[in-house]
Each structure stands twice: as structure tokens, then as C-alpha cells.
């Protein structure tokens, strides 16, 4: 089992590495999913590949947003560039994207993002035929889940462990996009998940805000028996600390030894098992949502008492009874109740002498610095190596060869390099050299990348060979290895489409025309479906769907109507009853090459194009054999979550702004809706100049009344407007 490490920045990079990461992930400056990260530029990721190459660890290029197809082919000269480099895996959200990089850059792996939303082995053999090596699974699955998986799929599955969750399924998140213009689909999330709310009930809180990710030793055993590839670990943002602390966590798990987790007293908002065992109402922390720390003391009386030890120079954070951050300091020198002298350590159940703000309840750490100081000490004198064989020939009268070697997982030599000397080896005439000389010798390769793993011994007895000689062959053994090494991983693109008989894949997008526009339906309710039958012809409705759920978990396939023309995963269009199916908005199509891919599954005969690109990106997807619909009313799904947030009764929610978002709970999981909704049906005769085959109506709240109003609006072209990104776009 590897660990996948993150990587928001060159010093978190050699953090990961030197904590012995088998993978990185990080992101190009301008893409992927964090772009607030740091990220790299081409040059630092030349270089993080070579740095990681030599010790025996694979990058992963994180473009795992949606792409539109100017970006898409825009990147072609950068991926060129870094494919000939070596770079091990893309990792992508977007199957357009996934097939053009399979077929412009043919031995590079492709992973399919958690933000794909891909919960079942139905999905994942889908994408398995489309070139994916490995797919990242939602957060939100079981063990028991993950179990099912792995026995009906030999594709790779990567599981994430430790760190933030979001509290909507990966990829079916909107709220951001929708209220702010900042889209998670496009790297660019202002997590409002993390704001303050006000129920309906006057009652205000973190009602979003889930605790972080961290598994612990029987979870990692029983990924690993199971046969789980790789575990992953989120913190592109966190420090260097922190990812080197926990992958060397993980590094004992995976070995079997059971260690403290020190994860948690770097950063922490809580931690909770995340969905291993199955649904948990504990993964939520409503009473704060930023790194407050470790809580390690109480006001009692005038004094604080200590729930654990504390020291000169760690940074606490002073807390109200509601968790509200009333500030904070760095503790200098310490008074203890009736102790005399000031110290420079207090202990568990002692109470301390401190100033600290009125209404103070707790204190909680937020830096501790014998544990940095620790992490900070290990992480210079620790480095990853890789380790590699030597096997030396001495005969006599003839030159000394050096062999070094490594070996794939079937123990079959992946490189070797051979170093030749200048002289033999002579008849000893006074003492000769020993095997445990030579071994002696051979070993010390001092600062290197590498270290030894094996030397295998093919001599002459009665021999001398000058140490001096040994030394030099070494030196220049580990030299010629490092540049044979770097080589080994390098690419030439042309040379590999060329061996393939392949040209450089693109799509000519052919230009479409305006069309007389056909109205559908998606309801959500026995109500809204009955009511919509009644006047359909009134309103010339061709077609009225029900709604459906975003993720097709393993366990819950069953609860998916396969006869319903409407999917809103690839389980339900896949597997599909119909010849005539529709796809939902929230598989975020937004490129021709999504399109063409789309073109290839007979069942689908129409799309809804994804509300999170403006009108002009709208008009360049070109002619297809799919109708494109395009969605003009909806009180939009700002979330789709995993969590029965209050107890299955419906509620709405407010923000600071006063925005309001209505939550409702059904079989499947809890949604969140925007309760204002999209509309632009007053520009029906623009829509028809957009070249799109359908107009869609999207009924997930409303009453009878709201719908009955909205459907006039068809014929008067009068009532509210409200574009949200169609006009605007997203970042």
C-alpha cells in the first residue's frame, strides 16, 4: 500500500519526500482543484520529478477541474514538455479531458478525481474502458462499500485517510459558484461550508462545517487487506509540519506498528472517522470551524486549569463558552497557583496564573512547540533513498566490473548500469582484500539519494584490490546510475505517437444552428409530476422527469430507478432501461470533447449543459447527435450531502448576507437548494440563438403555486430574472 502525499509547495514537497511519500500530488499554477494553493510552475515541477524519480517516488499533476476547450488545448505545450520529462499520472475530473490526454499522451497514467463523484464498480469499469488507471473514491463510502468495490474491479483505488472533508459529496458542490462566482469545480471554492448560519429556529452555527478526516491503525489495516493501492492524504494548504507528520504516521501504520497520531495537535477542528463505518452524525462540528487547537484548559475561578502539560513558547487561543476566538498570545514564563518561582513548564491538573480576555471559558493550543521542534528536527536529518544492488566481478588478469541494479515489484531488473575499472586485481602478496572489505567499501555512499540494499559478491580468492580503486568505481557507479536514472524516466512524445501510429487528437467543432426550442420538466415530488401532467399540453411540455441523486453509492444501487429517463450519474445512464436518456446538469459538461465522448453511449439522447459557464461558452459547443438542453429555471442544488443534518426534517438556513438555502432530506441523503432561484425564461428568444435543442424546468421546492406562476411566465416573458453564472461565468 503507497501513500499519496500533498504538495501545495516546494518546501511541503521535500517535507512529503523526506517523510518517505511513494506519491505527490500537486497542482500547475492557474489549475487544479486548489488554486489557491501555492502550486508549481513547470520548471519546479522538472524538478520535483527528477528529486523524486531518484528516490524512488511518482508525481501526480492534479488538473481536476472542469475544462472548457480553449484550456484544454492550451496545456497541450506544457504537458508535452512535462510528459517528455517523465511525469508519472494526470489527475482529472473531466472524461473530455481524460480522452484527450489518453490519446495525445499514450504512457502516462490517467486518474479520475473524487470530484468525479465515481461511488460504485459499475462506474469505475466504465472509466476503466475509457483509459483510467486509478480512481480517488468519494469520501462518503463505507468500508463495507469500499470492500464491494475492490472485489468486482482490478482498477487501482486510491481511499482518502486523514484531513478536511467536505461536507458535500466531491463534485456536487455548487454554493460557492452560485452565490459567489467562485466555483470548487474550478479550483477556486470559498468554502461557505465553513461560515457561520442561523436555522430557521434563530439557533446560530457552523451548520456546515464538518470535522476533519483521520484513520487510525484498524483502518489502515483493513484497506490494506483488502487490497486497497494507495491512501491519500489531503493538506495542499497545510504546512510542512503537518505533512511530514502525518505521512510518517501513516508510513507506521502500513508497516503494522501502532503509533500515537500527533496529526491532530498540528491542526484541529476535530476529528471523526469520516463515513468508514457507515453513516455518522458525529462528523459534524458546529461549534467552530477554523484550526482552533487542542483544548487543554478551563477557566476555573480566577485561574486556568490544565487538561495537559504546557511549555515556554507554545501559542494558545482564548475561547468564550461558545467557542467564539476572543484572542490569543504565546505563553512566555509561567506562574503556577502557590508555586513561588516562575517555570518554564506547567503540568496536567495544575492550575496557571494568566491574564486572559473577560468571557474566556477555554484555552485551547494552536502551536505546540515541543512537538514542532520535535517534527522540525526530524525532518532535517531524515531523506528518503532509494535502495539499490550492487554485484562486483574481481578475477584475476581481468578489470574490476561494478553492476548497479534495481528491481520491479517482480524482481526483475528495471535498470542497471555497469562501471568498468582501469586495473585488475592482483595476487595478494601480503594481506588480501576481504569480502567484508569490499561490502565495507561498497556501502558508505555517503549523501546521496540512494542506499544498499544488497551486494552480491563474484571474486577471485587471494586477491588485492586497492580501496582507493573501490572508492573510485563506486563514485562513479552512483554518478553514472543517478544521469541513467533521470534518463530512465524521460519520454519523447513524437517517438511514442509515432511508434502508435497516432496524430495529435483534437476536435474540429462543427458549427451549429438555432432550433425551434422543445420544453422538459424534471419534478420532484408525486404533487409536482401530478400537477405538471394536468397542463402539460397547455404549456406544450414534451417531457416531465423525476429528479434524482447525485451519487450512486454502492450500497444504495438499488434505490436508483433504472427506468427513469432522467440520470444523474454514469451508474443510471449506464445501466439505463431506456434508449432515449437524458443527463442531469450536475455531471458539469462544459466541453466539446465531454461531448464526443458522451456521443458514444447509444442510451443518451440529450445533456443539460452545466449552469456554471456563461452564455458565449454556451454557443461554441458545436453540432452533435445529442440534444443539448440548457436549464432556465431551477431553485439550484447548491449541495448534495451525505449527512442527515437535522434529523430529517426540512429546514432553511441563512447566511450573513441574508441569502437563504433550503435543506431537505430523502432516501438517499440531504440536498441543499438555493431558495433564489435561476430564472432567465424572459429571454426565450435569445435562448433560441444559443443553439441548444431544449429549455428545462427544474421544480425541486416549489408548491403548486410557485410552479403554476413560473409556468405563465413561458407565455408572458414577465416576472423575475436572475442569470446567476450564465452571464458572468465562474473563475
Known amino acids: 500500500m503507497k501513500i499519496v502525499a500533498p504538495a501545495g509547495n516546494m518546501e511541503r514537497f ?66 508535452k514538455d512535462l510528459y517528455n520529462h517523465g511525469l508519472d499520472a494526470i489527475i482529472v475530473q473531466d472524461i473530455g479531458y481524460a480522452k484527450y490526454l489518453h490519446e495525445n499522451f499514450p504512457n502516462i497514467e490517467i486518474h479520475g478525481s473524487t470530484q468525479m463523484t465515481i461511488g460504485n464498480y459499475h462506474e469505475i469499469n466504465y472509466l476503466k474502458e475509457l483509459g483510467f488507471k486509478r480512481i480517488v473514491l468519494p469520501r462518503e463510502l463505507s468500508f463495507e462499500e469500499i470492500k464491494t468495490i475492490r472485489e468486482n474491479t482490478d482498477m487501482e483505488l486510491e481511499v482518502f485517510v486523514s484531513g478536511s472533508l467536505c461536507i458535500s459529496v466531491s463534485g456536487n458542490c455548487y454554493m460557492s459558484s452560485f452565490v459567489g462566482g467562485r466555483s470548487g469545480n474550478r479550483g477556486m471554492c470559498a468554502q461557505p461550508c465553513r461560515k457561520e448560519y442561523k436555522t430557521s429556529c434563530g439557533e446560530k452555527s457552523y451548520f456546515l462545517s464538518p470535522k476533519d478526516q483521520l484513520y487510525g491503525f484498524d483502518e489502515i489495516q483493513k484497506l490494506k487487506e483488502i487490497g486497497v493501492e494507495s491512501i491519500k492524504l489531503e493538506g495542499r494548504m ?51 470551524s477554523y484550526n482552533m487547537g487542542e483544548k487543554i484548559g478551563t477557566v476555573v475561578g480566577k485561574n486556568i486549569l490544565l487538561d495537559t502539560e504546557i511549555i515556554s513558547g507554545d501559542g494558545i487561543t482564548f475561547v468564550s463558552k461558545d467557542y467564539t476566538s476572543l484572542g490569543g498570545t504565546y505563553i512566555g514564563r509561567i506562574n503556577v497557583l502557590s508555586v513561588n518561582e516562575e517555570r518554564k513548564i506547567a503540568y496536567k491538573d495544575e492550575k496557571i496564573i494568566l491574564n486572559y480576555p473577560e468571557g474566556t471559558k477555554y484555552i485551547f493550543r494552536n502551536y505546540n512547540k515541543k512537538l514542532n521542534d520535535i517534527v522540525s528536527k526530524n525532518l532535517k536529518i531524515s531523506d528518503k533513498k532509494l535502495a539499490i544492488n550492487f554485484k562486483i566481478l574481481a578475477k584475476l588478469e581481468q578489470k574490476i566490473e561494478l553492476l548497479a541494479f534495481i528491481k520491479d515489484e517482480y524482481e526483475n531488473k528495471l535498470l542497471e548500469v555497469k562501471e568498468i575499472s582501469n586495473i585488475s586485481p592482483q595476487l595478494a602478496q601480503k594481506r588480501a582484500t576481504t569480502e567484508e572489505d569490499i561490502i565495507s567499501k561498497l556501502s558508505e555512499i555517503g549523501d546521496s539519494e540512494f542506499s544498499i540494499d544488497n551486494i552480491e559478491l563474484d571474486i577471485d580468492k587471494n586477491i588485492f584490490i586497492p580501496l582507493s580503486e573501490l572508492k573510485t568505481l563506486k563514485r562513479n557507479i552512483v554518478d553514472k546510475f543517478r544521469e541513467s536514472l533521470i534518463s530512465f524516466y ?158 430529517s426534517e426540512d429546514i432553511t438556513i441563512t447566511n450573513k448576507e441574508n441569502d437563504n438555502f433550503i435543506i431537505k432530506r430523502n432516501e438517499y441523503g440531504t440536498e441543499l437548494f438555493l431558495e433564489k432561484a435561476l430564472n432567465i425564461i424572459n429571454i426565450m428568444e435569445d435562448i433560441e440563438k444559443m443553439n441548444v435543442d431544449i429549455v428545462v424546468l427544474e421544480f425541486t421546492t416549489e408548491k403548486i403555486e410557485e410552479i403554476s406562476k413560473i409556468l405563465k411566465q413561458l407565455k408572458t416573458k414577465k416576472g423575475v430574472y436572475r442569470e446567476y453564472n450564465y452571464k458572468r461565468g465562474v473563475y
Open 490 to 647: 524521460r519520454r519523447n512524445l513524437d517517438d511514442d505517437l509515432k511508434k502508435l501510429g497516432k496524430n495529435y487528437y483534437n476536435i474540429e467543432i462543427e458549427k451549429d444552428e438555432p432550433k425551434k426550442l422543445e420544453i422538459r420538466c424534471i419534478v420532484s415530488n408525486d404533487e409536482q409530476e401530478n400537477y405538471l401532467k394536468e397542463v402539460q399540453d397547455n404549456f406544450s411540455i414534451k417531457s416531465i422527469y423525476r429528479r434524482t441523486y447525485d451519487l450512486a453509492k454502492q450500497s444504495n444501487l438499488k434505490k436508483h430507478n433504472l427506468d427513469n429517463k432522467l440520470a444523474s450519474n454514469f451508474y443510471e445512464l449506464l445501466e439505463n432501461n431506456n434508449s432515449d436518456v437524458m443527463l442531469n446538469w450536475n455531471l458539469n459538461i462544459v466541453n466539446s470533447y465531454t461531448i464526443k465522448v458522451l456521443e458514444n453511449i447509444n442510451k443518451l439522447e440529450s445533456f443539460i449543459i452545466s449552469p456554471e459557464i456563461n452564455f458565449s461558452k454556451i454557443r461554441t459547443l458545436g453540432k452533435t447527435r445529442l440534444k443539448k438542453a440548457l436549464l432556465i429555471y431551477s431553485k439550484l442544488k447548491g449541495m448534495t450531502i451525505d449527512v442527515d443534518l437535522n434529523n
Open 14 to 79: 521535500y517535507s512529503a519526500i523526506s517523510a518517505t511519500a511513494d506519491e505527490i500530488y500537486l497542482g500547475l499554477k492557474g489549475f487544479g482543484a486548489r488554486r489557491n494553493a501555492d502550486n508549481f510552475t513547470v520548471e519546479e515541477i522538472k524538478e520535483v520529478l527528477d528529486y523524486a524519480h531518484l528516490r524512488e517516488s511518482r508525481i501526480f499533476l492534479t488538473l481536476n477541474t472542469i475544462m472548457t476547450n480553449r484550456e484544454i488545448e492550451l496545456l497541450y505545450p506544457t504537458l
Open 238 to 288: 497545510k504546512d510542512v509540519n503537518y505533512v511530514f507528520e502525518t505521512v510518517s504516521y501513516f508510513r507506521n501504520l502500513i508497516k503494522g506498528i501502532k503509533t500515537e497520531e500527533n496529526t491532530s495537535k498540528l491542526f484541529n477542528r476535530g476529528y471523526e472517522k469520516g463515513f468508514f463505518y457507515g453513516d455518522n452524525k458525529n462528523i459534524m462540528n458546529r461549534d467552530f
